[in-house]
């Protein structure tokens, strides 16, 4: 033991010096001690070196056993290198240049890899600082600029933080080649220069210079495959416009692909900007679907027709139809649009306005063999709970036939026939005819009831409205009530030439009933919503300015106008709102349904962000029973779908807030979380977190708007964290809480068959078989999760994430409001609100089709689709796939690629319609 001590004692003495050795090195510059403070990797000042001998040998120790580690060839390089520098140190012009070509050529061979710090860079480091006294020596030249090149690279490994030493002498050396000295050189470089542009714009100081070096950089990047360093490096110099000219058809799908998702992350308005260059490129490239989705993201009326005018394929033309039926644009197609093919007008015009939708989505039942139609016992499945669920059945069973009304609606929606509402009158002799299921049902259940008819028949125009027709004809307010807004659910989403919606419901907005009037509203609001018709403001403007009539009839009024309106930021509609909400009393306002005037108004903004501004203003200065609601309403609506983070914590600020009774504001507070934060999947993921950390720490009322935040967040997309937490809260203690998460389980299964929600709603059913309002609530889950028998989806994103549509974010968000007060609204007399949610289903499809527009059956593969942007390569872009011939279903989260070189897809993203055309380079396999 003594000694090994006595071994490292005799070790220990040298490291001290041993250590400034690797910084200073008198035998090239014996006068001059280099600036420790300089040196990135000097930690403590070290002394100047002595004419003493100790020192010297202490140095030559160190430098022996330093030498013994390396190799031959490192030590024979090193001992090169350190002849370089002092050959560069020559009163000679001459030998200094060679000094420095070999120098530079050293490094040049060296910088190629990058998986380690390189050798010629490691041996320069003692010599950094004395490089750069030389430098500063030397006198204006040639070789001075080359030497400055030489320390830029040096600059890479030992320059301060901070410092941006490698820019600095970058500048100050020659204009050569940037991308010799290799990727990582070049990538070092752009950051600097971000850092340094930000400097200078805050002081005020040119930046041409910078932007020279920028010229360089981008095409470098842009050559070798990194689209996504030269994006980031231009948008931190502001000029994004300069990567349009280095486009290529290699790499533009990349860039703009990355260009797309990464506008999710930059805050307005340059987020447009990002999307306006995408835009460009793609029409640069006649990418003309791409460009069409990335104008509808941008919601740019003239790039819309831009993009439709320059598309002269009457095939591409098509698709671009079927993209823009997707996204319930309302297009009018004007002549000069679709020059050379003016005799396809009508054809083109149709498909706009979505009449081939009813056609495609029953093609794709007839393939997957569900047209039998189903009636809700099949979906409660009452033979697979224990026994006591049956002794429940006769409690209130008027309300147990409204949920079968509503559960048969669901489950039958668009296939245009059922077993209670349509079964045929022939069989008159059992006495069952089409009334009697209707008058199953008491007063205002009869209007959910005739209304459902619509439901059934959703999207087939033609052949829907003579079967409601007849129930125009009732006695029964309500049933005639319950048949306007069925015409108006049929009408939902798609357009019709003859325009029946208006012309059935004009008459029926003035009558006397309230009852009839809101069917009327409703179904006008249903039918036009989007579509910004001047005729329907016209029509239902003068109830607002009504004393007389009553808030119920005004507030449906409200929330149809902000459908019909949504986004549009119409001044018109958003004083008549106003008004109503300055003139109504105090009592007027306090009712449930006046939650809708708030957003109706909030509707007409939906997604503008700061257009919302005044009209904010404003409601401040409401009734202040009201003012508050109204405040949070807008501002989660103006901001729905931006992913906005300052919005997502000043919201969760407002739910910190422990408040009197009484106040109301918290609720929509909680949705507006979630519907800010739904943009992308980051946000999304972290909105769940927080929402937890509510439920913890929140009072009741933010605990009640939980589950219906959860459900929007993750709708039709039954994660296992979040059906674990709404299940948790389906059984709390507070009734309100268990009935909104019950529903909100409905909502995150919707359309999806999901066979573990569909056990939790059943024992839930046998759980709550003696309260009727849950009851009725599990049944409208289940029929949520059977929607469409596993067909349809209540996703308002499309085409892989990246559209939103407005209108069905708009009636997901008036059936969340109706179902913050659910004991008034939902389960009580106006549970036809949830028939807002047609606005929002889709058929989760993919039908591909041939060059005549008819169904073409081909292999695709349909797995998990994953994210690749800005990955390098060809990656994969979807995992865990299996081979389907289409039609085919699409969940929430996967996507399609064709799994055949024979047709080409005109459109990038395969979901619902796309038309296919037949490769010419394809060659069959014998």
């Not at 807030?657 to 109301?664: I, N, T």
């Amino acid at each position: 033991l003594s000694l090994s001590l006595s071994l490292v004692l005799l070790l220990l003495p040298p490291s001290k010096p041993l250590l400034s050795s690797l910084t200073q090195n008198p035998h090239i510059l014996p006068t001059m001690a280099p600036e420790p403070a300089q040196n990135g990797n000097v930690e403590h000042p070290s002394p100047p070196p002595s004419k003493g001998l100790p020192n010297k040998d202490a140095k030559l120790k160190k430098d022996e056993k330093k030498d013994e580690d390396l190799s031959e060839e490192d030590l024979a390089l090193k001992q090169q290198l350190e002849l370089y520098v002092e050959r560069v140190q020559d009163p000679d012009p001459g030998v200094q240049r060679l000094a420095l070509e070999s120098m530079r050529q050293e490094i040049r061979s060296a910088t190629s890899s990058m998986t380690s710090v390189p050798k010629p860079l490691k041996f320069l480091r003692p010599h950094y600082v004395t490089l750069k006294k030389i430098y500063e020596m030397m006198v204006d030249s040639e070789l001075k600029k080359y030497l400055a090149d030489i320390i830029s690279v040096l600059a890479l490994t030992m320059s301060e933080e901070g410092e941006r030493e490698s820019l600095k002498f970058r500048l100050l050396g020659s204009a050569a080649d940037i991308g010799s000295w290799g990727h990582e050189y070049v990538r070092n470089l752009a950051g600097e220069i971000g850092h340094e542009f930000q400097k200078r714009q805050m002081e005020d100081r040119p930046v041409d210079d910078l932007m020279e070096l920028v010229k360089q950089i981008v095409p470098f990047h842009v050559k070798h495959n990194a689209e996504p360093e030269a994006v980031d490096l231009l948008m931190e110099v502001e000029s994004l416009d300069l990567l349009i000219e280095h486009m290529e058809k290699a790499n533009y799908k990349r860039t703009c692909s990355y260009l797309t998702s990464f506008a999710n992350y930059v805050p307005e308005p340059d987020d447009m900007l990002v999307l306006d260059i995408a835009y460009q490129i793609y029409m640069k490239f006649e990418k003309f679907p791409d460009a069409l989705k990335v104008a509808l993201r941008m919601d740019n009326m003239q790039h819309i027709k831009a993009t439709f005018a320059a598309c002269k394929d009457l095939l591409e033309k098509e698709q671009l139809c079927y993209i823009l039926a997707r996204q319930g644009v309302n297009f009018e197609l004007e002549d000069e649009l679709i020059l050379g093919h003016e005799e396809n007008k009508e054809l083109l015009q149709e498909i706009i306005n979505n009449s081939k939708l009813s056609e495609g989505y029953l093609t794709l039942a007839r393939d997957l063999d569900v047209m039998e139609a189903k009636t809700p016992e099949d979906i409660y499945k009452a033979h697979l709970i224990d026994g006591r669920a049956s002794a429940g059945a006769s409690v209130d069973s008027a309300r147990q036939n409204l949920a079968a009304t509503f559960v048969n609606a669901f489950v039958n929606a668009g296939f245009g026939q059922d077993k209670l509402m349509t079964t045929p009158t022939v069989d008159s002799t059992s006495g069952s005819n089409t009334g009697s299921w209707l008058f199953k049902n008491k007063d205002h259940g009869k209007a959910s009831a005739a209304a459902s008819l619509g439901l059934i028949v959703l999207w087939d125009v033609d052949n829907g409205l003579p079967q409601i027709d007849k129930y125009l004809y009732s006695n029964d307010n309500h049933v005639i009530a319950g048949a306007l807004l069925a015409v108006g659910i049929v009408n939902c989403g798609v357009r019709n030439e003859c325009d029946p919606a208006y012309a059935l419901l004009y008459d029926f907005v003035n009558k006397e009933d309230p009852t009839i009037r809101i069917g009327a509203i409703m179904g006008l609001g249903l039918a036009y919503a989007g579509s910004q018709r001047e005729e329907v403001y016209a029509l239902l403007s003068p109830i607002f300015s009504d004393p007389k009539v009553g808030v119920d009839v005004v507030s449906f009024a409200a929330v149809s106008l902000g459908l019909i309106y949504v986004g549009s930021c119409h001044e018109e509609v958003a004083q008549s709102i106003i008004f109503t909400l300055m003139e109504r009393s105090d009592s007027e306002l306090a009712e449930p349904l006046a939650r809708f005037l708030c957003l109706g108004l909030g509707l007409l903004y939906l997604g503008k962000q700061d257009a919302v501004d005044a009209t904010m203003e404003v409601a401040k200065t409401l009734n202040e029973k009201i003012s508050k609601y109204c405040q949070v309403t807008l501002e989660s609506c103006a901001y729905a779908g931006t992913g906005n983070v300052l919005k997502v914590q000043s919201l969760l600020g407002l739910c910190a807030e422990h408040l009197e009774k009484g106040d109301s504001h918290q609720a929509p507070a909680v949705l507006g979380i979630a519907l800010v934060a739904m943009a992308e999947e980051l946000g999304l993921e972290m909105a769940i977190r927080s929402l937890e950390h509510l439920l913890q720490y929140g009072e009741q009322n933010i605990r009640r708007a939980v589950p219906l935040a959860l459900g929007i967040l993750s709708i039709s997309n039954p994660k296992m964290n979040v059906m674990d937490t709404l299940s948790r809260l389906s059984h709390d203690s507070d009734s309100e809480v268990a009935m909104e998460a019950t529903v909100a389980l409905g909502l995150i299964g919707a359309g999806t068959n999901n066979a573990r929600i569909a056990g939790m709603l059943r024992n839930l059913s046998s759980y709550y078989y003696k309260d009727p309002n849950l009851l009725f609530c599990v049944r409208i889950a289940q029929g949520l999760v059977h929607m469409g028998k596993g067909l349809l989806t209540l996703n308002p994103y499309h085409s892989d994430r990246f559209l939103l549509s407005n209108v069905a974010l708009a009636g997901l968000m008036t059936f969340l409001h109706g179902c913050l007060d659910i004991k008034a609204i939902i389960t009580g007399k106006f549970h036809y609100v949830l028939y807002y949610l047609v606005l929002a289903i889709q058929p989760r499809m993919l039908i591909t089709l041939d060059d005549k527009l008819k169904p073409l059956s081909v292999p695709v593969r349909v797995g998990q689709a994953v994210d690749v942007v800005g990955q390098a390569g060809r990656p994969k872009t979807i995992t865990g796939f299996q081979t389907h011939t289409t039609p085919v279903l699409l969940a929430t989260g996967e996507r399609a690629e064709l799994a055949t070189e024979k047709y080409i897809p005109l459109s990038s993203v395969l979901e619902g319609f796309v038309i296919l055309k037949e490769n010419p380079e394809y060659e069959q396999d014998h």
